[in-house]
């Protein structure tokens, strides 16, 4: 395809989105500016480009969407609370702020403001901070025609969870919200973003969130993605990171039709630890992207990262996790791997760890393994009286439990072990 044809679909594309629909309010068409600008030159990515190489973009591309702001929803969101876990909650149905769903909180150590409530300058100095507008269309779509918004600000540590439920309904509808996450100096926070969605097709879901981890806070980030049929899946994530900082984000994937997680994290500080954990277990012919870039920036810090999948039926199943360690990063020590176990002849697994080292002191790994279930294991547990159902699953849950383990708030590591047949 010629990039004249390709930049003429992604015109035709947008003309359905840019209509009334969406509430552009006056205060954040400047922002919107560097999007808008940046999708005239701009094309939908195809599997030559190498960022793209596994994960077919044309299911999203092919379709004309329109914004759809429910004013009710066909849910109880207690499907998605989590038992015994007090929390904030934030509830975003179609990507678009419901204050009357939410429950805020009301003292001075935690702000929540929608978008609205924002003056330009609060948004402008967060806005788009190490998020790639130039290259990535869909940074650059939210960026230019984002829903709504939520600034959540600590400003120290923070009794309970911020949980945050995006509640999604409708056919070929899009939805883009914009999140900002901050921690102040000597903050705490942590956040769990839940989803829910009905009588979805051919649904796209185009998020974006930034994190802001200030000088000695520190912020966990925890997602459940468990959706039901008729959704296209794109979250992207960009976390900056201040010296002495500690920043983790947890994504588990039970079930998804088509999902790419993009996770970047640079590291701009000294003494600062990262970690980036996930679970996924696609099947069927669902397709589960996850995509981590990990930006060693400044010396003595730490980072782990490790992602483990297993991959059944037809699914597939990707990762693509990238570490930098830059010329003045001395004495970091980072450690990366992926494990996949598949289970059937024709799943598949695409697994690209990279390590790009521009120092010489350093202690850093990286490494990937994918293989079958082992029969011999499953023949033991067989032989001491379990079925072969249940001896899989058994296994399949000490395999994927070693990522779950990693969740902080023991309410929501039960409720996630359920989730993946592990209570």
Not at 205 to 212: K, L, P, Q
Not at 407 to 416: F, M, S
Request: charged share 25%.
């Amino acid at each position: 395809m010629s990039a004249t044809l390709t930049t003429n679909k992604v015109k035709e594309f947008v003309s359905h989105i840019a209509n009334n629909e969406l509430d552009v309010w006056h205060e954040v068409k400047s922002i919107r500016k560097s999007g808008l600008e940046a999708l005239e030159n701009l094309d939908f990515p195809t599997t030559k480009n190498e960022y793209w190489k596994y994960s077919r973009t044309n299911r999203i591309s092919k379709h004309a969407y329109h914004f759809n702001k429910l004013s009710e929803i066909k849910s109880d969101l207690s499907e998605v609370r989590i038992d015994g876990l007090d929390t904030y909650e934030i509830v975003m149905v179609n990507g678009f702020f419901n204050k009357e769903l939410s429950t805020l909180p009301s003292n001075d150590l935690l702000e929540i403001k929608c978008f609205k409530d924002c003056s330009t300058g609060e948004l402008i100095e967060y806005f788009s901070k190490n998020l790639d507008t130039i290259s990535n269309i869909f940074s650059a779509l939210n960026t230019a025609y984002f829903t709504d918004g939520i600034k959540i600000e600590a400003k120290g540590v923070v009794d309970k969870p911020v949980h945050l439920i995006h509640y999604s309904e409708g056919e070929k509808v899009i939805s883009q919200p914009r999140n900002i996450f901050i921690t102040k100096k000597h903050a705490q926070l942590s956040i769990i973003k839940s989803s829910i969605n009905k009588n979805t097709t051919d649904f796209f879901y185009n998020s974006v969130n930034e994190f802001f981890i200030g000088e000695n806070s520190k912020m966990n980030y925890y997602v459940i993605q468990n959706y039901e049929p008729g959704m296209n899946v794109i979250s992207t994530n960009t976390a900056t990171q201040e010296k002495n900082s500690n920043f983790s984000a947890f994504n588990y994937t039970l079930k998804g039709d088509w999902i790419r997680n993009n996770t970047n994290v640079f590291v701009k500080g000294e003494n600062c630890e990262s970690n980036l954990f996930g679970a996924y277990q696609p099947t069927g012919k669902e397709h589960i992207d996850n995509h981590t870039i990990m930006d060693h920036i400044m010396p003595n810090c730490e980072s782990n990262e490790h992602y483990k999948g297993t991959v059944g039926d037809k699914a597939t199943g990707v990762f693509n996790g990238k570490v930098f360690v830059r010329q003045d990063a001395q004495k970091i020590n980072a450690f990366q791997s992926n494990n996949n176990i598949l289970l059937s002849d024709d799943a598949t697994m695409n697994s690209k760890p990279e390590l790009e080292i521009y120092a010489d002191d350093v202690k850093c790994s990286h490494g990937s393994t994918s293989g079958q279930l082992d029969e011999d294991a499953v023949f033991y547990l067989q032989s001491r009286g379990l079925s072969k159902e249940s001896a899989t699953a058994l296994l399949i849950g000490a395999f994927l439990g070693e990522v779950v383990e990693k969740i902080e708030i023991p309410e929501l590591k039960e409720a996630v072990l359920e989730m993946y047949g592990m209570e």
